[in-house]
C-alpha cells in the first residue's frame, strides 16, 4: 500500500495529509501556548493594578470608580455566598428561550423568504423597517402588555436574535454554488434532494457564524428590558443596586454580565468543533 | 447493456460496444440576455453522429460553445433548434444514464468521499449491492480505497477530481460528459489522470464526450476530435486519431501524435484568424 501511495503523491502532484492524523491542523504554527495564556493574564494584572492605584489616589470619585477590593466583595457576596444566582437564573432562562425562539423564527422566515419569491416581496420590506428602529424602545410598551414577569424580556430578545439567524439562513439556502447545483440536476434531484443535500447543509455552514451574534444580543435583549421593569434578573440588580449608589455591585454585576457572555460564546465554539461534519460543515 | 462486474480487458473493438450512439442533428444555441441585451448566439447548427463507445473530445478558443453543446447533451440546457438522442432517447432533461465531470470536482464539502460517490445512486433509490460493489471497484482502480472515509478538503485537487469522476462512473452511465476536467490542476497531475481515465474508459467503456484546452490531451485520449470555432460558435471540423490502443505515456513523443497535435492547432489558429478578420 506504502508503494502505491507514494506513486499517487506523485501523480497528485501535491503533498496528501496522511490518513488518519490531523496533520493541516498541526502545521499552523502561531505563538505558544504560554505566551497566548501569558500575556492576555499579564495585560490584566496590568490593569487591575492600574485600576487600583487610580483609585487608592483618590483619581477618581469612588461612585465612578470603586477600588478592587470593594469590587471583588460585591462579588463575593453576589456570586460566593450566592446572593445573585436567582438574578442569574432568570436573565438566563429569558435570554435562552429567546435565543430559543429567534433562531427557529430566524430559520423559518430565512427558509419562507428564500423559497418564496412573493412572500420576500411582500414582507422583505417591513422586516428590515422593524430591523433598523430599536427595538429596545418597545420595551415599555412590552412591559405594559405582558407584566413583570419574564414574557416581555424574552419577547425583546427574541426580537433581537432572530434577525442574524434569518439573514444567514436566507444566504445559506439561497446562495448555492452554481456548478454544485448544475451537478444536482444532472442527476435527477428533486427539489426535496436539492433541500435535503445542498441547502440545508449549505445554511448550516452559513448559520452557525450567526449564532454568537444571536446569543449576544439575546442576551443584550433581556437585561435592558429587566432595566425597563423586573423584580428579578442582574438587569433588575443594576437598576436597584444603583438606587443605593451601591458602584461596586454595580461593577460586580457587570463582570458577571461579561463572564456569562464570553462563556455561551465559547459554548457555541465548542459546539461548533464537537459537531461532525455532515452537520456543520467547514 | 453490458453485465457490469466483467473486466475487459480486451480493446473495446473486440468486445461488444458498450455506451450509445449520440446524434445531434441541426442543434443550435441562442441564449436570451436579461436586461434587453442582443442574444447571443452561442451555438448554430451542429450535426455530429458519435459511435456507440467513442471517446470524442471537443476542443476550440473559449466561448465557442462547448459547454452550451455538452449542457445541451447533458440534458441542462434546451437547445433552440434541433434535436439530440443518446441511442433511442431524445434528450429532453437530465437522465441518469448520463454521467457528467464538471471543471470544478463538485464535490459536497460535507460528505465523505463515499458518501459522494454514492450520492447519486441514493437519490436514484439505486444504492443496492451491485452499485456499492461497481464503487468498490472504481475506488480501487482510481487509488482512492483509502481515503473513501475522508472528507474532499482533506484531498489534492487531482483526487477531488478522480472522486468525482468515480462518481460520475458509479452508475454505470452509458454516457460520459467532462467539461475540461482536468485544467484546473497542473500538468504533472493532469497527465497521470489522463491515464488514469484510459484505464478506467477501457475497463468499461462509454461514449465519452471530452471538452479541453490543451491539444495533446484531446490527441492522446480520443478516437476523433472535434474543432470548434467561435463567432458564431461552430463545429468546424472533425480529426481522426488513428492512434493505436493501448495508449501510453510514451505516445506523446511519437512523430504521428505530434503532427495531430500541429494539424489541429493549425486548424483553431487559422480559423481564429479567419473570424476576427
Ligand atoms: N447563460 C448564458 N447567457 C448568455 N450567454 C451565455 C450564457 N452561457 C454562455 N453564454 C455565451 O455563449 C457563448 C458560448 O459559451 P460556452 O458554451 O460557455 O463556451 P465555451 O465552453 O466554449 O468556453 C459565449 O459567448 C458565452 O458568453
Ligand atoms: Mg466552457
Known amino acids: ?282 | 447493456m453490458s453485465s457490469v462486474m466483467t473486466t475487459h480487458d480486451a480493446p473495446p473493438a473486440t468486445t461488444p460496444p458498450t455506451g450509445r450512439a449520440i446524434v445531434l442533428d441541426g442543434v443550435s444555441k441562442t441564449y436570451d440576455v436579461k436586461g434587453g441585451g442582443a442574444p447571443v448566439t452561442a451555438l448554430t447548427s451542429v450535426d455530429l453522429t458519435l459511435r456507440a463507445g467513442e471517446f470524442f473530445s471537443l476542443v476550440g478558443p473559449s466561448g465557442c460553445g462547448k459547454s452550451t453543446l455538452l449542457n445541451v447533451v447533458a440534458g441542462l440546457l434546451d437547445a433552440s433548434t434541433g434535436q439530440t438522442r443518446i441511442g433511442d432517447r431524445t434528450v429532453s432533461g437530465p437522465d441518469r444514464a448520463t454521467g457528467i465531470v464538471f471543471q470544478k470536482a463538485t464535490l459536497l464539502t460535507w460528505l465523505t468521499i463515499e458518501e459522494n460517490v454514492l450520492l447519486p445512486s441514493k437519490i436514484a433509490k439505486r444504492l443496492d449491492d451491485e452499485t456499492r460493489a461497481r464503487a468498490d471497484h472504481l475506488f480501487e482502480l482510481a487509488g482512492l480505497a483509502d481515503f473513501r472515509k475522508r472528507y474532499p478538503s482533506e484531498l489534492s485537487g487531482g483526487m477531488q477530481q478522480r472522486a468525482s469522476i468515480v462518481r460520475a462512473l458509479v452508475g454505470d452511465p452509458d454516457v460520459l460528459l467532462m467539461d475540461e476536467p482536468f485544467s484546473a490542476l497542473d500538468e504533472f497531475t493532469r497527465e497521470g489522470l489522463n491515464d488514469e481515465l484510459m484505464r478506467l474508459w477501457t475497463d468499461s467503456p462509454k461514449t465519452v464526450v471530452f471538452i479541453t484546452h490543451n491539444i495533446a490531451e484531446a490527441v492522446y485520449l480520443s478516437d476523433r476530435v472535434g474543432v470548434m470555432t467561435s463567432r458564431p460558435g461552430t463545429l468546424k471540423e472533425i480529426v481522426d486519431v488513428p492512434l493505436a490502443r493501448p495508449r501510453g505515456p510514451e505516445l506523446r513523443s511519437d512523430e504521428h501524435f505530434y503532427e495531430l497535435v500541429s494539424r489541429i492547432r493549425g486548424l483553431i489558429g487559422h480559423h481564429h484568424e479567419g473570424t476576427n478578420r
Open chain 1, 1 to 282: 500500500m506504502t508503494a502505491t501511495m507514494l506513486d499517487r503523491d506523485i501523480s497528485a502532484g501535491t503533498a496528501l495529509p496522511q490518513p488518519g492524523g490531523r496533520a493541516t491542523r498541526k502545521q499552523r504554527k502561531g505563538p505558544s501556548l504560554g505566551l497566548r495564556i501569558g500575556l492576555p493574564l499579564l495585560v490584566g494584572v496590568v490593569l487591575v493594578g492600574a485600576w487600583e492605584l487610580v483609585t487608592r489616589r483618590d483619581m477618581v470619585s469612588p461612585l465612578l470608580l470603586p477600588a478592587p477590593a470593594d469590587v471583588w466583595s460585591a462579588l463575593d457576596a453576589g456570586i460566593i455566598q450566592g446572593l445573585w444566582w436567582g438574578d442569574i437564573r432568570v436573565t438566563l432562562t429569558e435570554m435562552v428561550i429567546g435565543f430559543g425562539i429567534g433562531v427557529v423564527a430566524g430559520l423559518l422566515l430565512g427558509a419562507l423568504f428564500a423559497y418564496s419569491a412573493i412572500s420576500r416581496i411582500a414582507f422583505y420590506p417591513y422586516i428590515i423597517a422593524l430591523q433598523s428602529f430599536p427595538k429596545i424602545a418597545v420595551a415599555p410598551l412590552l412591559v405594559v402588555a405582558l407584566g413583570y414577569g419574564m414574557s416581555p424580556k424574552i419577547a425583546v430578545a427574541a426580537s433581537l436574535a432572530y434577525f442574524p439567524v434569518m439573514t444567514a439562513a436566507i444566504a445559506g439556502f439561497t446562495e448555492i454554488d452554481k456548478d454544485e447545483h448544475n451537478f444536482m440536476r444532472s442527476i435527477g434531484a428533486s427539489r426535496w434532494h436539492e433541500m435535503r443535500y445542498l441547502r440545508m447543509p449549505n445554511a448550516m455552514s452559513y448559520l452557525f457564524p450567526s449564532l454568537d451574534v444571536a446569543l449576544i444580543v439575546a442576551l443584550l435583549g433581556a437585561v435592558a428590558a429587566e432595566l425597563v421593569g423586573a423584580r428579578e434578573g442582574l438587569g433588575y440588580v443594576l437598576v436597584e443596586r444603583q438606587a443605593f449608589g451601591d458602584t461596586p455591585a454595580i461593577f460586580a454585576a457587570l463582570v458577571v454580565l461579561a463572564a456569562i457572555g464570553v462563556v455561551l460564546q465559547a459554548l457555541v465554539v465548542l459546539l461548533r468543533r464537537v459537531l461532525p461534519r455532515s452537520v456543520v460543515p467547514r
